[in-house]
């Protein structure tokens, strides 16, 4: 089983829709989670940390479920240019190392 | 301005050639790491560094070398190309957890 899991999609939506995507991860003592976005052929750059308590960035809502071990991460009123593979991050305790899911392909049509 | 960079971009080489990705920050960020990515296993890392002179295995690093002289910079060495080694690399640094990428470096391994 994997670290970290991921639904590969992808997940095609129109613009303005709202999308959800979710991970789940294997390491109960994971003690610090992202979502990173990576565009075709270039780098992953962090879109935002995911916090116990849930957490919001503009149209993008991260929350994370300790007990079934689970991340999500909303997108409300999609844009064209939310068009990315989005990848959950887990990093273990006092470990300087992190584990990246293989990614969610989000494509926005008009 | 630069914050990340790799070097060279695109490379191209045979079978059982040595090979170096440089990989330099401009940050003074403890950490660094490396990591390839290939279809169907997202990122994988390869070799990371706590600090200068510190350097730890991977998930992957049978076939990689790795040395840190100085805070800046993170060479990966390809002692004897392979060309299951084709693939993106990156280079990433971080201060604490949230962990920064360079642009990438595309190997091809004939």
């Known amino acids: 089983r994997k670290e970290v899991e991921q639904d590969p999609g992808p997940f095609n939506v129109p613009e303005g829709a709202t999308v959800a995507f979710n991970c789940t991860y294997s390491n109960s003592a994971s003690q610090s989670f992202f979502w990173y976005r990576q565009d075709c052929r270039k780098e992953p750059k962090l879109l935002m940390s995911?916090?116990?308590s849930g957490n919001e960035d503009g149209r993008f809502t991260a929350q994370l479920n300790r007990v079934s071990q689970y991340i999500s991460l909303l997108i409300r009123d999609s844009k064209l240019s939310d068009s990315a593979t989005y990848l959950c991050v887990v990093g273990s305790y006092n470990t300087d190392k992190l584990i990246f899911g293989t990614g969610t392909r989000l494509q926005v049509f008009p | 301005d630069a914050g990340i960079t790799q070097s060279p971009r695109y490379k191209i080489t045979e079978t059982g050639r040595q090979v170096t990705l440089m990989c330099h920050q401009t940050w003074s960020h403890s950490y660094m790491f490396w990591y390839r990515q290939d279809l169907g296993h997202g990122l994988r890392l390869i070799y990371y560094s706590a600090a200068a002179d510190i350097t730890d295995k991977g998930e992957v690093p049978d076939g990689y070398v790795v040395s840190r002289s100085k805070t800046e910079n993170f060479p990966l060495t390809l002692e004897s190309a392979t060309r299951s080694q084709t693939s993106v690399y990156f280079c990433?640094?971080?201060?604490?957890?949230?962990?920064?990428f360079g642009p990438g470096t595309r190997l091809l391994v004939l």
């Open positions: 990433a640094s971080s201060p604490e957890e949230t962990q920064y």
């Open positions: 995911v916090y116990s």
